[in-house]
């Protein structure tokens, strides 16, 4: 075997130091470079940031007025029951008159598909203000009887 010997004056360092600046101004460019993406960075951060921050509060004011047409819808609907709730009671009342109303007409008694009445009316009547009745013409009054309308009160003749 035998050891190579080389003489350290002989070797060309032209190249070492071309290399050297070379790997020098490399770093300075990566320390350039991150001095920039730090600052930069920063920079997008901050705008990330403003951007996220006005979205969020975006959101919430969203949400705020969503809440508040949800609190409408239900006085909405608060109101409405109230008013079915009158309605269905005024419904109640009305076809409680009505049958009420009937029942007295009818002497008392419920009114079947076919219904007889009377044409004559014979005896003295008073129909009151918070009355009504019908009859089923023609109707003749016997003499002697008179049949008093009450103002407000009603009567049909079919």
Do not use: C, W
């Amino acid at each position: 075997m035998s050891l190579l010997k080389i003489d350290i004056k002989q070797i060309d360092t032209t190249n070492i130091e071309s290399s050297e600046i070379a790997a020098a101004a490399s770093i300075n460019t990566v320390q350039s470079n991150l001095t920039t993406l730090t600052s930069t960075a920063a920079a997008n951060d901050y705008s990330t940031y403003t951007t996220v921050t006005g979205l969020i509060n975006t959101v919430q004011s969203n949400v705020s007025t969503l809440e508040t047409s949800i609190n409408t819808v239900q006085d909405n609907l608060n109101s409405l029951n109230s008013t079915v709730d009158s309605a269905d009671a005024n419904l109640y009342n009305t076809y409680t008159s009505l049958s009420d109303s009937i029942n007295s007409i009818s002497g008392g008694g419920s009114l079947s598909a076919v219904n007889i009445t009377s044409r004559s009316l014979a005896s003295n009547t008073t129909i009151t203000s918070t009355q009504s009745a019908f009859s089923i013409g023609p109707v003749e009054i016997a003499d002697g009887v008179t049949l008093t309308i009450q103002s407000g009160g009603r009567h049909v003749i079919l």
